[in-house]
């Protein structure tokens, strides 16, 4: 390639990057604090994150007092909001009730306080359909899936509470082997995928990634997905590895769910030093990038699963172009 074409060809990187920045910088949640659409994917986040509390084999008791309190802060101005979703508040307010239950020990006085304050928001949403938020029983979750496809997929859920027995190399090969025949940008297949069984290994993985505690040291194996940037040839194509990332993921988790496996994807969503971290400990090569990593492991048998309720078909299916 000649100097000509080196400079051509930064200049579309620059552009790129630049043009991505500035779009982040406009729309997400990072600047736009009081948006509709901002406030709602904080309750969401937020209501999961107790979700996930209450699913772990030995949830603390009680955890959560600021979690709680900005969830029901949030859905007190979301309500307000002429463009909320009151399925999205009647499912945060219903993994608060499964939250309260969850515990043998009396309430302390800051829940026995705020109480009040989540009746009145339920209160003002009036009747309607209950919510969807809380934790099911893993095992009810599985029931009959087998020869049913679509709910096969309904079924999956992330697990945070793994058994003590490891899940056998055959059966890893095989989801692996089913991983290969996910769609890739021009069938370029750049993705892979690394096992470290539970241990020192593991360990060290998942202390650099935030979203494991509780849970991710009892999992079998800790997947590291990981995308070769070799097969991406254009300034266009910088995000490819993501986007054929995330359905070889998907589809991983798919084929070790269908055997019996549970997983709970953790996300890299970490600083450049978080990353170099990882990847002197492994000796990562440097056209590789991170993925996500994914606890593996087979469901304890008392194991709950978050319930994790979606937003209604009417929020997500759109059909021709924008509406102006």
């Known amino acids: 390639m000649n100097i000509r074409q080196n400079v051509s060809t930064l200049k579309q990187y620059v552009h790129s990057y630049y043009w991505d920045i500035r779009r982040y910088t406009r729309w997400s949640g990072v600047s736009n604090h009081s948006a509709a659409a901002v406030i709602e994917a904080k309750i969401l986040k937020e209501f999961h994150r107790i979700e996930k509390g209450i699913s772990l084999p030995q949830p603390r008791e009680w955890f959560g ?38 515990f043998e020990t009396a309430p302390p006085e800051w829940w026995l306080e705020i109480e009040p304050e989540i009746e009145n928001i339920s209160r003002d949403l009036g009747a309607g359909n209950q919510g969807r938020g809380g934790r099911t029983p893993v095992g009810a979750v599985v029931e009959g899936w087998a020869t049913d496809i679509p709910q096969f997929i309904r079924s999956r859920r992330s697990i945070r509470d793994y058994a003590e027995k490891s899940v056998p190399q055959e059966t890893l090969d095989q989801a692996v082997s089913d991983a290969r025949f996910s769609p890739s940008v021009c069938n370029r297949q750049a993705i892979r995928v690394r096992f470290f069984p539970r241990g020192d290994a593991a360990d060290q993985l998942l202390r650099l990634q935030n979203g494991n505690r509780g849970f991710g040291h009892t999992a079998s194996h800790i997947a590291l997905v990981t995308g070769d940037l070799s097969a991406f040839l254009t300034p266009g194509e910088r995000n490819q590895v993501f986007v054929d990332g995330g359905l070889f993921s998907m589809t991983l988790i798919n084929s070790l769910w269908s055997k019996g496996v549970g997983t709970c994807c953790l996300n890299w969503s970490v600083t450049a030093k978080q990353d170099n971290q990882l990847r002197r400990a492994i000796n990562l090569p440097q056209n590789e990038v991170v993925i996500m990593m994914v606890a593996v492991g087979y469901p304890a048998s008392a194991a709950f699963a978050a319930n994790s309720p979606r937003l209604g078909l009417e929020r997500v299916l759109r059909i021709g172009p924008a509406d102006d």
């Open 65 to 102: 007092r600021e979690t709680i309190e900005r969830i029901v802060g949030l859905c007190r101005a979301y309500v307000a909001l002429n463009e909320s979703d009151q399925t999205v508040i009647r499912d945060a307010l219903e993994t608060l009730a499964s939250y309260s239950k969850t």
